[in-house]
């Protein structure tokens, strides 16, 4: 068995694209238009992840026509592995983003960590180190 991606419905899907690219440095792996089943589907892949073939990847999914959706209290968020949290934090305020929370520390204490919410309202964890 082996992960493959995470999945999340978007009420805009240009403005998700565009905060996922520039504010958290994404690429864009495929783009597929469903017109028969009305959707959309956006995969990408973090910055350190981008030359690997087959690693994990973060689907958006854009139903034609719906903008909004309540976000289930069971679900948490995603984490990436970053090298610099003050510099994910400049490109996000560069492109008009910002963090949400910290930067703090890991309840261990080890690591800084810190979270970003997507236009969605979908966490970020960031964590900085290895």
């Given at each position: 068995m ?22 958290l440095?994404?690429?864009v ?34 139903n ?24 994910v934090?400049?490109?996000l305020?560069?492109?008009g ?8 520390k ?21 964590l900085?180190?290895?």
């Open positions: 082996r992960y493959l991606h995470t999945m999340f419905r978007v009420g805009d899907l240009d403005r998700s694209v565009r905060f996922y690219t520039d504010g440095g994404f690429s792996v495929s783009r597929k238009e469903h017109p028969e089943g009305k959707f959309t589907l956006v995969f990408l892949r973090a910055p350190g992840d981008a030359d690997a073939p087959g690693a994990p990847m973060l689907e958006l999914t854009y034609w026509g719906v903008s909004t959706y309540a976000r289930g209290e069971a679900f948490g968020h995603v984490a990436y592995r970053v090298e610099s949290i003050a510099a934090q400049a490109r305020k560069k492109h983003y910002d963090l949400s929370w910290g930067p703090g890991t309840p261990d204490g080890r690591r800084a960590m810190a979270f970003v919410d997507d236009p969605d309202g979908y966490e970020v964890e960031l900085e180190g290895t």
